[in-house]
């Protein structure tokens, strides 16, 4: 249905900043709203931030006013741009899009994930 390619991962330092791109394909689908998640090692996988196709947002507390989720929907494009990064932003961070398509005269919803793009915050 919808493939999921993510990039701007990699290794940073504290303070840094960096920014994720995740672009979705498929077609005849509608894309409501996409979204990164992460996974730090030995825990389970958190929102970070979402967005609607109408502009919407929403952050988990620990990355308000440092993170900032934007969509071109155009391009079903997402990014999060990531400033003032800290040691325990460490995680493997998930794009993830939601919405559906018609199978016929059915509405079927989907929910699919990128691969997942590593982000290392370190000195």
């Known amino acids: 249905q919808v493939q999921l390619v993510e990039s701007g991962g990699g290794l940073v330092q504290p303070g840094g900043s960096l920014r994720l791109s995740c672009t979705a394909s498929?077609?005849?689908?509608?894309?409501?709203?996409m979204g990164w998640y992460r996974q730090a090692p030995g825990k389970q996988r958190d929102l970070v931030a979402r967005?609607?196709?109408?502009?919407?947002?929403n952050y988990a507390d620990s990355v308000k006013g440092r993170f900032t989720i934007s969509r071109d929907n155009a391009k079903n494009t997402v990014y999060l741009q990531m400033n003032s990064l800290k040691p325990e932003d460490t995680a493997v961070y998930y794009c993830?899009?939601?919405?559906?398509?018609?199978?016929?005269?059915?509405?079927?919803?989907?929910?699919?994930w990128g691969q997942g793009t590593q982000v290392t915050v370190s000195s």
């Open positions: 498929g077609s005849d689908v509608t894309i409501n709203v």
């Open positions: 993830k899009a939601e919405g559906g398509y018609w199978a016929g005269s059915t509405y079927r919803p989907f929910g699919s």
């Open positions: 967005i609607t196709s109408s502009g919407s947002t």
